[in-house]
């Protein structure tokens, strides 16, 4: 996994811990389910996700330096805030292999680790460098979000759930086959609000960091270099000429009007 993931929710960094997928999905949205949801689980501490030991004091929380006030304000803080649930709700999809999502999920889907992994085994299959979490986003970033709890054992509260309005769309050979691996048995019942409020939000911007890349600046010139038109003296009548001949020489019976056939033109 990338250790570098992360994500930032009100002023507070997550990294992102853990990736679940669910057949069928988990939230309804105007009484419509997806068959499948994947989850991306962002936490300051693996205990509390689902099968965590629960908090007492982590060490991964880094705060053993702190007075012991602080330790006390901290704990409670992260006990009111253990992490933030990102959801993406899947359609099938008609598309081909190349979208994106589907060649994030086919690069382990496709594996005989995969499709030989036992219940509780770790195993690691290698990824291409370039396979990002950025891949499963939908385009349209609007979504809802409240303040629930971790839907599997130990069902922690104090979760920020944040699901997108808009679903990507996967293969459904792909879905039938995480279906079968993973969830033969189908999920759990969807469960009540429980007076919990939902908010939405269509109004995102998207910060990403900038990657060093060529200024279209740059780029042209690059493409000019090579056809780029020099003359011994560049002032008044002399210029002109040298110019012209120049490019006559490309033109009509020119010495180098063959030039898109000649490769040493």
Avoid at 74 to 94: A, D, F, P, Q, T
Avoid at 116 to 131: A, G, P, Y
Avoid at 236 to 261: A, H, K, T, W
Wanted: include cysteine; proline fraction near 5%.
């Amino acid at each position: 996994g990338d250790e570098n993931s992360s994500i930032s929710f009100n002023n507070k960094n997550y990294p992102l811990q853990k990736i679940y997928f669910h057949t069928p999905g988990q939230h309804l949205v105007d009484g419509n389910s997806s068959p499948l949801e994947i989850n991306l689980y962002h936490s300051l501490s693996k205990n509390f996700l689902p099968e965590g030991k629960g908090f007492d004091f982590d060490e991964d929380l880094e705060i053993e330096n702190h007075a012991e006030t602080d330790i006390k304000t901290n704990n409670e803080n992260y006990m009111n805030n253990k992490g933030v649930i990102i959801s993406i709700l899947v359609k099938r999809g008609k598309g081909h292999i190349g979208t994106p999502a589907n060649k994030f999920i086919s690069q382990f889907i496709t594996n005989h680790k995969f499709r030989n992994l036992k219940v509780e085994e770790n195993t690691e299959i290698k990824v291409s460098e370039d396979w990002n979490i950025k891949d499963l986003l939908p385009n349209k970033r609007s979504f809802y979000s409240y303040e629930g709890s971790l839907p599997m054992p130990p069902c922690y509260e104090t979760f920020n759930w944040v699901v997108f309005e808009e679903q990507i769309e996967i293969m459904g050979e792909y879905i039938d086959i995480l279906k079968k691996e993973g969830n033969p048995m189908g999920n759990r019942n969807v469960h009540p609000l429980n007076n919990r409020i939902i908010f939405y939000n269509n109004n995102i911007e998207i910060i990403e960091e900038e990657e060093d890349e060529e200024t279209k600046e740059e780029i042209i010139k690059k493409m000019l270099a090579p056809i780029r038109i020099t003359t011994d003296s560049r002032t008044g009548v002399e210029y002109r000429i040298g110019s012209r001949q120049i490019i006559d020489s490309y033109m009509g019976d020119g010495v180098n009007s063959n030039y898109l056939d000649d490769e040493t033109q």
